[in-house]
């Protein structure tokens, strides 16, 4: 009998032995120790194994205090009500896009429609890519795309690397496993929370509706048994203060955590130059009024003479004038030259020169000088 009730006791410590981890390592569907607003963690075919809880890990330990329900096919159904009493409704990380699209298509018009009218909606990774157009929810003034199919990204495939993130500003080591980039239009008004090293969008806040939006490629949720579990150094790339800025960024429209390296950059103000001691002030002297200028004279008009036509100019005859004798003593006069008369032969003797006044005889007579007296004999 004292056998087999031994056997009894040894078989009793056996199976509460067995049973502790059990109970230990069950994961509720809700947490009633939180005092914050509700968040729905969804948890079915559209996520991992493992990804909804660190999600609900991250919410509880976030600035907010959020209360954290699993929400999906075998949790609490994803309803109207359901969403209603919740503030938050975060979609984590999953299979392929088509996968979780598939999954999460009969929702999509019903999550959409609570976003818009004021809920608040957290996608990581898969949840990211959830929230663009082809397939998704269409939540982004944009879209989503592979971020490692584009030029410089540093990952190449869909296993899981360490990789860098640039989250406002600086560098920081994070969990990659195939995330997406978000791809905006211009003159988006979103909160550009991180990028890629090629300066691709990595994580960002937006306004929907009433609603908000926040969505992040690089898994800034995951914890050191992440990196382990996958064979990757955990050091210095958990950054559980990232994921927070993300929530805080989105549920409080911008007022984010501010985080760096869980250290928020405070400007110290400067101090001014020291005060100038002023002199006594002496009273100002009395405003001289200026004296009025004397009135003066209206300028004449000014006149401006009619033209005149130009005449050609006359030359005037040159007048003569008299020749005025000079004073003083008069020059030498100069005698006028005599001109020699011309030589002429002597007068021819008479009865000759009365032949060599006739037209006949006369051309027998040359050079012969005319006797100057009148001829005796009339001219026939």
């Known amino acids: 009998m004292r056998n087999h009730q031994r056997i009894l006791v040894v078989l009793w410590l056996v199976l509460a032995l067995v049973g502790m981890p059990v109970v230990a390592t069950a994961q509720p569907n809700s947490n009633a120790t939180a005092s914050g607003p509700l968040a729905l963690v969804y948890r079915g075919p559209a996520s ?3 990804c909804p809880e660190s999600v ?9 205090h959020f209360r954290t329900e699993y929400v999906g096919p075998n949790d609490t159904p994803i309803t109207a009500e359901t969403l209603a009493r919740a503030s938050v409704f975060a979609q984590p990380g999953g299979p392929s896009l088509s996968k979780a699209w598939k999954a999460m298509k009969p929702y999509s018009g019903m999550i959409r429609d609570w976003i818009r009218n004021g809920g608040n909606y957290l996608g990581f990774c898969v949840g990211g890519y959830l929230a663009g157009a082809t397939p998704g929810y269409d939540l982004l003034p944009g879209d989503t795309s592979q971020y490692s199919a584009k030029p410089g990204a540093t990952v190449w495939d869909a296993q899981p690397h360490r990789s860098t993130v640039v989250w406002r500003g600086q560098e920081k080591t994070a969990y990659f496993q195939d995330p997406p980039a978000f791809d905006l239009e211009p003159g988006h008004d979103a909160t550009i929370l991180g990028t890629y090293k090629g300066g691709e969008i990595a994580a960002l806040a937006v306004d929907f509706g009433k609603g908000r939006v926040g969505v992040t490629g690089p898994h800034v ?8 579990d996958d064979g990757l150094s955990a050091q210095d790339a958990v950054h559980m203060d990232l994921a927070h800025d993300l929530v805080e960024t989105t549920v409080h429209r911008g007022a984010g955590t501010g985080t760096s390296s869980a250290t928020t950059l405070v400007a110290t103000p400067v101090p001014g130059p020291l005060p100038v001691p002023m002199p006594a002030e002496t009273p100002a002297p009395a405003p001289t009024v200026p004296a009025e200028p004397a009135p ?3 300028p004449a008009p000014l006149t401006i003479p009619a033209p005149v036509e130009a005449t050609p100019p006359t030359t005037a005859a040159p007048q003569e004038t008299e020749a005025t004798p000079p004073t ?8 006028p030259v005599a001109t020699p008369p011309a030589p ?3 007068p021819l003797p008479w009865p000759l020169n009365r032949l060599a006044e006739d037209p006949f005889f006369g051309q027998f007579f040359p050079g012969a000088a005319p006797t100057g007296q009148p001829s005796a004999r009339p001219h026939s």
């Open 221 to 228: 949720e995951a914890d050191a048994s992440w990196f382990i």
């Open 328 to 335: 003083g003593t008069p020059p030498a006069s100069t005698p």
């Open 296 to 298: 003066t004279e209206a």
């Open 56 to 64: 609900a890990v991250m919410l509880r330990n976030s600035p907010s």
């Open 344 to 346: 002429q032969r002597p």
């Open 48 to 50: 991992c194994q493992g």
